[in-house]
């Protein structure tokens, strides 16, 4: 099947510093993905789509100043969580379909979980 | 209203047993319908897709119920193992956008 890499997988931040995290699809080429948060006992929240060479659609509520992404491929989609403080401390996890696919499956990243300090 | 609903749960059945959780979905142009599951502090992964004829895989049955806007999910000979939090995700088109919206999950607990 499909496989979708998420880096990195764990990482430990001080507050106000900026993180990045990058998404892949490494067997196919994924138009759209998706970046979703999930704290710990909740489910998955999507925070925004991202589209290939166009800007990312944010959801409600969330802040695109804060949480920059960039999809400057269509295999790889980055999101980066500027300023970050221990109230952004999540699992983020990115998933994609591939081409010309609406409403076909979604492959997920292995997730990275985030710790700020 | 939530766009997906699902009983957090946790459902504690006994190994062997049969168990079903249910999904309601509020969007009735919601074009398809997916079951994942996922490990604690794991991503998610495809259980199986939903089609209108309702399908089957091994010991897992997926229906779906356009008219009602619900789906469901029936586990036979429950395993140690299906121990998880099983995710109903929907696809839907807003604003000419296809999202894809995840419920809460259904806890699942399988007992020795």
């Known amino acids: 099947g499909a496989v979708v890499s998420q880096h990195p997988s764990w990482v430990i931040c001080k507050s106000g510093t900026s993180v990045k995290i990058e998404c892949r699809s490494l067997d196919f080429q994924a138009t759209t993905m998706f970046w979703y948060r999930q704290f710990p006992k909740q489910s998955l929240m999507l925070m925004a789509t991202s589209n290939e060479g166009s800007k990312a659609t944010y959801e409600q509520g969330v802040e695109k100043d804060k949480f920059l992404i960039n999809h400057a491929s269509l295999t790889l989609s980055t999101l980066t969580v500027t300023s970050a403080h221990p109230e952004d401390s999540s699992f983020y996890i990115c998933?994609?379909?591939?081409?010309?696919?609406?409403?076909?499956?979604?492959?997920f990243g292995e997730g990275s979980r985030l710790t700020v300090l | 209203r939530k766009e997906v609903e699902q009983d957090p749960g946790p459902f504690n059945v006994p190994e062997g047993a049969t168990v079903a959780f249910n999904c309601t979905y509020s969007n009735s142009a919601s074009q398809s319908f997916f079951w994942y599951r996922q490990d604690c502090r794991k991503e998610p992964k495809l259980l199986m897709s939903v089609y209108s004829s309702g399908n089957e895989d091994g010991r897992f049955t997926a229906q779906l119920n356009r008219a009602s806007q619900y789906i469901s999910l029936l586990i036979r000979d429950s395993k140690l193992s299906d121990s998880a939090t099983y995710l109903c995700?929907?696809?839907?088109?807003?604003?000419?956008?296809?999202?894809?919206?995840f419920g809460t999950g259904t806890r699942l607990k399988v007992l020795a």
């Open positions: 995700v929907v696809n839907m088109v807003t604003s000419g956008t296809y999202k894809y919206i």
């Open positions: 998933s994609a379909r591939g081409l010309a696919e609406n409403t076909g499956e979604l492959f």
